[in-house]
T-cell receptor
Framework: DADVTQTPRNRITKTGKRIMLECSQT?????MYWYRQDPGLGLRLIYY???????NKGEISDGYSVSRQAQAKFSLSLESAIPNQTALYFC??????????????FGPGTRLTVL | GEDVEQSLFLSVREGDSSVINCTYT??????LYWYKQEPGAGLQLLTY?????DMKQDQRLTVLLNKKDKHLSLRIADTQTGDSAIYFC????????FGKGTRLSVIA
């Protein structure tokens, strides 16, 4: 079974709809992240959480919100989707215990299309 | 702020060496990283280098770090078609800052 799972894997929605993307992990990591990937723009950080009570904005948080429901679950919401939020979204986890190397483990991605 | 720059594309012939370059801005990063993204998948950590090192070798992979110039490179020896992917350089001490990625195409 995959360590980091994302649901749904694909979603097509309309402008103005509220969308939730979900991420679950079985790695027991405290740290979780949401990124979006766009061609030519690489990977950009939306939000991150270092534990259940900690939420931090990333580079491009406007138009998004998150909820850390448990250590293993971190969801991303688009309150009112717009076409320029069409992208590939990745959830990732990490645990800095040990040598301090930030090894991030990525989910398979959710492809979101906003019409 | 932190910024990581990479060229977007690289094309090499199978069996040749590939060199992917990256420049970064955060000189305080403890580690610098290379992640690989295969088609249709998320990123996976490929290798990393401690900031006090100049070079790290891991089988076909060689990472070179020039701290003075803030330049990081990844060399893949004997490049194979299975190495075709997008390679991301990353810096920072959490959260990481990723470059835009270099798409490596290997021609048989």
């Amino acid at each position: 079974d995959a360590d980091v799972t994302q649901t749904p894997r694909n979603r097509i929605t309309k402008t103005g709809k509220r969308i939730m993307l979900e991420c679950s992990q079985t790695k027991g990591h405290d740290r979780m992240y949401w990124y979006r990937q766009d061609p030519g723009l690489g990977l950009r950080l939306i939000y991150y959480s270092f534990d259940v009570k900690d939420i931090n904005k990333g580079e491009i948080s406007d138009g998004y919100s998150v909820s850390r429901q448990a250590q293993a679950k971190f969801s991303l919401s688009l309150e009112s989707a717009i076409p320029n939020q069409t992208a590939l979204y990745f959830c990732a986890t990490s645990d800095l215990r040990g040598q301090g190397v930030d090894t991030q483990y990525f989910g398979p991605g959710t492809r979101l299309t906003v019409l | 702020g932190e910024d990581v720059e990479q060229s977007l594309f690289l094309s090499v012939r199978e069996g040749d060496s590939s060199v992917i370059n990256c420049t970064y801005t955060d000189s305080s990063s403890t580690y610098l990283y290379w992640y690989k993204q295969e088609p249709g998948a998320g990123l996976q950590l490929l290798t990393y280098i401690f900031s006090n090192m100049d070079m790290k070798q891991d089988q076909r992979l060689t990472v070179l770090l020039n701290k003075k110039d803030k330049h990081l490179s990844l060399r893949i020896a004997d490049t194979q078609t299975g190495d075709s992917a997008i390679y991301f350089c990353a810096e920072g001490d959490t959260p990481l800052v990723f470059g835009k990625g270099t798409r490596l195409s290997v021609i048989a």
